[in-house]
């Protein structure tokens, strides 16, 4: 018997010699802690005895007791790292940041390497008490966060100018995770690409999340004097509102991420241009500096078609077509002094009874169903005559534009149970569907001027609500949502990651066919997998046997395929990328592509459900999955054609969603789907969007105006501007009818 043991301990060695792994065999240690500019940063020196074996590390600061918020975390590439100059020799500087202060930290580090082993490591960070001047630590808790709120987002971006520590990021518990280093004293700036772009004077700087602080740009050559008011995300870059010495408050510029000037518009010239071609006198309405007759305060873009969203306190909301500079539409109170002008007033949408106009408005964006969002602020015009009426109280409201009958129609708001008057600034914006963050920042009450920020839920409950006292707009001038539970470095922005459709596979023309493109000017790494007996386990029957997947490009030749994934030669990358499939017998091959068409053909031998899928590997290079399109059977309940595609990771992204049936008869199907209905879900299965007939869809003429309008009226599409996360659209036939049928995911965002 002792020797059947000492036998037993030897296999046992040998077997873990034998299956060692990189997670087994490289040995980290951490050297030291060095606490960064304020006490929300570290960094970490990791001694490595390899690094090259490094795939990626993660970082994840676990919640304080009580906290409902999800943990504080991110994730680097070794590419990253090694870019930025943060591995040298044997050692990883490792940047941490949104850590609690005056706090022992619970950090987990997650080791992953090349051969798809990893390994965590746990680790204490404590950190100094912050000097908070401005009181974010400490708010008046109207109403906590509860652990029962389904809040979409748990970390927000506060847009300040109380302190040289401008801006902050707080949780939805209300505790303070970052604040600026730049040393400036501002709030024109936004969240983008995963740092702070912070303007300043004429100055444009980048504050990244580790500290770092670099000036982009000095725009004092081209005549400017300084930002002022909001920043937004543009067409490509970021919408700044400038000042120059002839021109206040009138000049909207949009600037690349390195800090070069794209495009500018000025509405001083795209107004006077209008009221002169409609017969007005423009000398009546506009004005030189510094009389403060039109006072941009926010912008923003609709990718859908191809739209410059300005808000103009003094007087309305105007939407300028993005190339050519003309007005398209404008959306404001018929009682000020624009609507006097006829060359204006051309341009009014009508609001149907019950629908107030905005005034004042502040903080203007899009909705994931293509609405207008916008912080009605209530007060008159203070320059422009008449001024208009002035409301009692503020409210977000949002607005349902129909360009094609010239209509705003109110199809939400949120006032208080109290009426709160938010005289200035203030923003509201939308995470996801329907989750909301609001800012009143500027609310006179009992002699005092408070802001207060509260979150909605999406059943319209409020998940919580902080006060603060301020002077100014400079507590909250205007307050972002973010999502920092997993943020990844490289970034990864507006793009469709990944396309999974399941559908009926049989033979002939019923084969499961994944077509997507590859745009931009470099090549794409991507994982194709076609999944069928794993599919039993979601509780599926009849399920695809012994799935086979052949790759073909866009002139018809196959040039890869798998049929068993172990035996695909980057079996082992796939296993390392977390994608390697639940069966043996299931189908996956990685390929780097370069830009053009491709179509992915899932076939069996025996009829079933199957699953295709494309998962992009390389989504922060110069190069995207443009639009993604899976054909199949569609059959009556679980033969329904289902597509799900994911939106990554920072930024809402512009998609249109297409069910085509009657339309294949012209490449030759013989039994295409007759009456495609599609639907959209989020990934909680609440439904975003129904269509049966595309004309009925809302985005309609922003369809025809992108060429994506299907050519059969019976057929569906709809246009949607979702944030991050994971999307299900499911085709399928009026009344259970059957047939081939096409499921597309557009993406509009630029490469």
Same mark, same amino acid.
């Given at each position: 018997?002792?020797h059947?043991?000492?036998?037993?301990?030897?296999?046992?060695?040998?077997?873990?010699?034998?299956?060692?792994?990189?997670?087994d065999?490289?040995?980290?240690?951490?050297?030291?802690?060095?606490?960064?500019?304020?006490?929300?940063?570290?960094?970490?020196?990791?001694?490595?005895?390899?690094?090259?074996?490094?795939r990626?590390?993660?970082?994840t600061?676990?919640?304080?007791?009580?906290?409902?918020?999800?943990?504080?975390?991110?994730?680097?590439?070794?590419?990253?790292?090694?870019?930025?100059?943060?591995?040298?020799?044997?050692?990883?500087?490792?940047?941490?940041y949104?850590?609690?202060d005056?706090?022992?930290?619970?950090?987990?580090?997650t080791?992953?390497?090349?051969?798809?082993?990893?390994?965590?490591?746990?680790t204490?960070i404590?950190?100094?008490?912050?000097?908070?001047?401005?009181?974010?630590?400490s708010?008046?808790?109207?109403?906590?966060?509860?652990?029962?709120?389904?809040?979409?987002?748990?970390?927000?971006?506060?847009k300040?100018?109380?302190?040289?520590?401008?801006?902050?990021?707080?949780?939805?518990?209300?505790?303070?995770r970052?604040?600026?280093?730049?040393?400036?004293?501002?709030?024109?700036?936004?969240?983008?690409?995963?740092?702070?772009?912070?303007?300043?004077?004429?100055?444009?700087?980048?504050?990244?999340?580790?500290g770092?602080?670099?000036?982009l740009?000095?725009?004092?050559?081209a005549?400017?004097?300084?930002f002022?008011?909001?920043?937004?995300?543009?067409?490509?870059?970021?919408?700044?509102?400038?000042?120059?010495?002839?021109?206040l408050?009138?000049?909207?510029?949009?600037?690349?991420?390195?800090?070069?000037?794209?495009?500018?518009?000025?509405?001083?010239d795209?107004?006077?241009?209008?009221?002169?071609a409609?017969?007005?006198?423009?000398?009546?309405?506009?004005?030189?500096?510094?009389?403060?007759?039109?006072?941009?305060?926010a912008?923003?873009?609709?990718?859908?078609?191809?739209?410059?969203?300005?808000?103009?306190?003094?007087?309305f909301?105007?939407?300028?077509d993005?190339?050519?500079?003309t007005?398209?539409?404008?959306?404001?109170?018929?009682?000020k002094?624009?609507?006097? $002008? !006829?060359?204006?007033?051309?341009?009014? %949408?009508? +609001?149907?009874?019950?629908? *107030?106009?905005p005034i @004042? =408005?502040? /903080?203007?964006?899009?909705?994931?169903?293509?609405?207008?969002?916008?912080?009605d602020?209530?007060?008159t015009?203070?320059?422009?005559?008449?001024?208009?009426?002035?409301?009692?109280?503020?409210?977000?409201?949002?607005?349902?534009?129909?360009?094609?009958?010239?209509?705003a129609?109110?199809?939400?708001?949120?006032p208080?149970?109290e009426?709160?008057?938010?005289?200035?600034?203030?923003?509201?914006?939308?995470?996801?569907?329907?989750?909301?963050?609001?800012?009143?920042a500027y609310?006179?009450?009992?002699?005092?001027?408070?802001?207060?920020?509260?979150?909605?839920?999406?059943?319209?409950?409020?998940?919580?609500?902080y006060?603060?006292?301020?002077?100014?707009?400079?507590?909250?001038?205007n307050?972002?949502?973010?999502?920092?539970?997993?943020?990844? $470095? !490289?970034?990864?922005?507006?793009k469709? %990651?990944? +396309?999974?459709?399941?559908? *009926?596979?049989?033979? @002939? =023309?019923? /084969?499961?066919?994944?077509?997507?493109?590859?745009?931009?000017t470099?090549?794409?790494?991507?994982?194709?997998?076609?999944?069928?007996?794993?599919?039993?386990?979601a509780?599926?029957?009849?399920?695809?046997?012994?799935?086979?997947?052949?790759?073909?490009?866009?002139?018809?030749?196959?040039?890869?395929?798998?049929?068993?994934?172990?035996?695909?030669?980057?079996?082992?990358?796939?296993?390392?990328?977390?994608?390697?499939?639940?069966d043996?017998?299931?189908?996956a091959?990685?390929?780097t592509?370069?830009?053009?068409?491709?179509?992915?053909?899932?076939?069996?031998?025996?009829?079933?459900?199957?699953?295709?899928?494309?998962?992009?590997?390389?989504?922060?290079?110069?190069s995207?999955?443009?639009?993604?399109?899976?054909?199949?059977?569609?059959?009556?309940?679980?033969?329904?054609?289902?597509?799900g595609?994911?939106?990554?990771?920072?930024?809402?992204?512009?998609?249109?969603?297409? /069910?085509?049936?009657?339309?294949?008869s012209?490449?030759?199907?013989?039994?295409?789907?007759?009456?495609?209905?599609?639907?959209?879900?989020?990934?909680?299965?609440s439904?975003?969007?129904?269509?049966?007939?595309?004309?009925?869809?809302?985005?309609?003429?922003?369809?025809?105006?992108?060429?994506?309008?299907?050519?059969?009226?019976?057929?569906?599409?709809?246009?949607?501007?979702?944030?991050?996360?994971?999307?299900?659209?499911?085709?399928?036939?009026?009344?259970?009818?059957?047939?081939?049928?096409l499921?597309?995911?557009y993406?509009?965002?630029?490469?």
């Amino acid at each position: 018997m002792k020797h059947a043991i000492i036998l037993s301990a030897l296999l046992i060695g040998l077997s873990r010699g034998l299956l060692a792994s990189q997670a087994d065999d490289v040995v980290i240690t951490i050297d030291n802690q060095i606490a960064g500019a304020t006490p929300f940063l570290s960094q970490l020196t990791l001694s490595v005895s390899d690094t090259a074996a490094i795939r990626r590390i993660k970082f994840t600061i676990a919640p304080k007791p009580g906290s409902v918020t999800r943990p504080f975390a991110a994730t680097y590439s070794q590419s990253y790292l090694a870019e930025r100059g943060d591995i040298v020799g044997g050692k990883i500087f490792l940047p941490i940041y949104g850590l609690y202060d005056g706090y022992s930290n619970r950090v987990t580090l997650t080791y992953t390497f090349n051969d798809g082993s990893a390994r965590d490591e746990i680790t204490t960070i404590t950190t100094a008490t912050y000097d908070d001047p401005c009181g974010y630590n400490s708010p008046t808790v109207l109403q906590p966060r509860s652990a029962t709120t389904p809040l979409s987002y748990d970390y927000f971006l506060v847009k300040g100018a109380c302190s040289s520590a401008s801006p902050a990021i707080l949780d939805t518990d209300g505790r303070l995770r970052w604040v600026g280093t730049a040393g400036l004293k501002f709030f024109s700036l936004a969240f983008f690409d995963n740092s702070i772009y912070v303007a300043y004077g004429p100055l444009l700087y980048r504050n990244d999340l580790d500290g770092t602080v670099t000036q982009l740009g000095d725009f004092s050559s081209a005549g400017m004097t300084e930002f002022h008011h909001n920043v937004d995300r543009g067409k490509t870059g970021l919408l700044f509102e400038a000042d120059t010495e002839d021109y206040l408050e009138t000049i909207i510029m949009e600037i690349l991420p390195d800090g070069r000037l794209l495009k500018s518009w000025n509405m001083a010239d795209i107004i006077s241009a209008a009221m002169i071609a409609g017969g007005d006198d423009p000398s009546k309405f506009v004005f030189d500096a510094p009389d403060d007759w039109f006072h941009s305060n926010a912008a923003t873009y609709n990718r859908a078609d191809d739209t410059l969203i300005v808000s103009s306190r003094e007087s309305f909301v105007i939407g300028i077509d993005y190339g050519s500079g003309t007005i398209k539409w404008i959306l404001g109170d018929p009682a000020k002094a624009w609507y006097q $002008f !006829p060359s204006l007033r051309q341009y009014a %949408l009508a +609001l149907p009874a019950g629908s *107030l106009p905005p005034i @004042g =408005q502040h /903080a203007v964006s899009i909705t994931y169903d293509q609405d207008l969002l916008l912080f009605d602020n209530g007060l008159t015009s203070l320059f422009q005559q008449p001024p208009g009426p002035s409301r009692t109280y503020s409210s977000p409201r949002k607005y349902h534009l129909d360009l094609v009958n010239r209509t705003a129609t109110e199809v939400w708001n949120y006032p208080m149970e109290e009426s709160i008057f938010d005289l200035y600034c203030g923003s509201v914006y939308e995470d996801a569907p329907d989750n909301y963050l609001l800012d009143y920042a500027y609310v006179p009450q009992g002699g005092a001027v408070f802001a207060r920020l509260i979150g909605l839920d999406a059943t319209g409950s409020i998940a919580f609500d902080y006060q603060y006292p301020t002077a100014g707009c400079l507590q909250a001038f205007n307050a972002v949502p973010l999502h920092l539970e997993n943020t990844s $470095f !490289p970034a990864v922005g507006p793009k469709s %990651l990944n +396309l999974s459709t399941r559908g *009926l596979v049989s033979p @002939g =023309q019923g /084969a499961l066919i994944g077509g997507f493109i590859v745009t931009g000017t470099v090549t794409k790494t991507v994982v194709l997998r076609a999944l069928g007996p794993s599919l039993g386990g979601a509780g599926l029957t009849g399920t695809l046997g012994d799935p086979a997947l052949t790759l073909y490009d866009a002139a018809g030749q196959a040039f890869a395929g798998n049929d068993n994934w172990e035996t695909d030669p980057a079996a082992g990358q796939i296993a390392a990328d977390d994608l390697a499939p639940g069966d043996s017998s299931e189908a996956a091959l990685l390929v780097t592509l370069a830009p053009g068409a491709y179509t992915a053909v899932v076939t069996g031998q025996d009829p079933g459900i199957g699953l295709v899928e494309i998962y992009d590997l390389s989504p922060a290079t110069a190069s995207a999955l443009a639009n993604i399109s899976t054909r199949g059977e569609v059959g009556a309940d679980s033969g329904q054609l289902i597509g799900g595609f994911i939106v990554g990771e920072l930024e809402s992204s512009t998609v249109v969603v297409r /069910a085509l049936g009657p339309s294949l008869s012209a490449a030759g199907i013989t039994d295409p789907l007759a009456d495609p209905t599609l639907t959209v879900y989020d990934e909680n299965g609440s439904a975003l969007a129904t269509n049966d007939n595309w004309p009925d869809d809302p985005g309609a003429p922003a369809l025809t105006q992108n060429q994506l309008a299907p050519s059969d009226p019976t057929e569906a599409a709809t246009i949607l501007h979702l944030p991050p996360g994971a999307y299900t659209a499911i085709a399928s036939g009026i009344d259970g009818a059957t047939g081939i049928g096409l499921v597309e995911v557009y993406n509009l965002e630029s490469p």
